[in-house]
Each structure stands twice: as structure tokens, then as C-alpha cells.
């Protein structure tokens, strides 16, 4: 039986949470869940189903930060912070850091990629990233879009978009709600464990 379209759905309520390496089994099929144009989409080019495995197997072993987006307990989407330098510690990234994610295409349009962007940019800013790249291909629409509603500057280069979000400060206050809502995620993740 198929599942059903999001559309067909009365409540929308993910939640967006940092991924642990017990969530290791759901980030595989996650990347292996997605369609071929989500696919190509999310890296910029044709990925088999091998080939996005070993990715997968290795997201959440490699320098940055890991968001999933769950409804009814199932990743459905996930973004990806990852620093564009080596990080001068494991706590900071740097000043630029590159954003990536992708939405299951039954999952989109309910403001599941915005909430995911969102915390994305909060995890950077309070790792003191100033400039959030983002690259897309010119054909991938909701991608531009959505970088465009948080205020991304996008540029078409050939096949590609490619933009940058910059970065307010942290204050104490924002630093203290990201430490609270980090420490919530390990919770959730621990339950779902």
C-alpha cells in the first residue's frame, strides 16, 4: 500500500532535531527513500543507490552538524551544516560554513524545509559561522525559493545557484536556547533509541 501524500494529511507537526549516531539507521534509509530527481538534487548530480549508502553511512562521522526532520517518527527530511574549512575546534566552525538538505517529495510544502533551514541557521550562528552558503541547481525551484524566504542572496553560475545567509551574533540569550534545545534533542533521540 502506498503511503499517503502529505496533502492528505489534516495536522502537520514535525519535529526538527539534531541527529545522533543512533539515528545512524534512519539517515540510511532516508537517503535511500529519496527519488531519483531528490536525489540528484540534494548532490547536485546522479547518485546510485550504493553510492548514497556509503554517504550515508558516513554523515554522521564527519566534521558539522546533522538536522532531521521526523513526522510520525519516520526522517523525512534532513540537512546537513558542514564547515567549508577545517573547523579551528569541535565546538566552532568557522566563519563559512555550507548548508544542505532535501525534503522526501511527498513531505514538501508544509514548511518542513523552512523549520530545517531555521535551525540550521541557528546551529551556525552559534558556532560562529557569519556567511550560510547555499548551492543548488539552477532547475531545483523549491530550493531557490526557500533560500530566497530566509533571505539567502542567490546568483545563477552556469547549471548552479549559489548564495550565502549572513549571520547575526549570538547573544547569551540565543546561546542559552540553543544549549537548552540541544540538550532536548539528545532526549528525544535517547527515546527514540
Given amino acids: 500500500m502506498p503511503e499517503p501524500r502529505m496533502s492528505e494529511f489534516r495536522s502537520f507537526h ?17 537517503f535511500l527513500r529519496l527519488d531519483p530527481e531528490t536525489r540528484a538534487s540534494r548532490f547536485m548530480g546522479t547518485l546510485s543507490d550504493a553510492a548514497a549508502l556509503a554517504y550515508a553511512r558516513q554523515a554522521l562521522k564527519v ?6 526532520g521526523f513526522v510520525d517518527g519516520t526522517l523525512r527530511a534532513l540537512g546537513e ?33 523552512q ?26 525551484r523549491p530550493m531557490q525559493g526557500l533560500a530566497a524566504r530566509v533571505g ?26 540553543e544549549s537548552v534545545t540541544e540538550a532536548f534533542d539528545f532526549t528525544l533521540a535517547l527515546a527514540a533509541a
Fill in 81 to 113: 551544516l558542514r564547515p567549508t574549512h577545517a573547523p579551528p575546534s569541535p565546538y566552532a566552525l568557522g566563519a563559512e560554513a555550507e548548508a544542505a538538505f532535501a525534503v522526501e517529495r511527498d513531505y514538501r510544502r508544509n514548511g518542513l524545509g
Fill in 14 to 30: 514535525p519535529v526538527i532535531r539534531r541527529l545522533w549516531p543512533s539515528d545512524a539507521a534512519a539517515v540510511e534509509a532516508y
Fill in 152 to 177: 539567502a542572496d542567490l546568483r545563477m553560475t552556469g547549471g548552479e545557484a549559489e548564495g550565502a545567509l549572513h549571520l547575526p551574533r549570538p547573544t547569551p540569550a540565543s546561546l542559552w536556547r
Fill in 115 to 140: 523549520a530545517l533551514f531555521h535551525r540550521i541557521a541557528g546551529a551556525a550562528r552559534h558556532r560562529g559561522v557569519r556567511d550560510l552558503r547555499v548551492r543548488c541547481l539552477s532547475r531545483n
Fill in 63 to 68: 566534521d558539522g552538524v546533522v538536522f532531521g
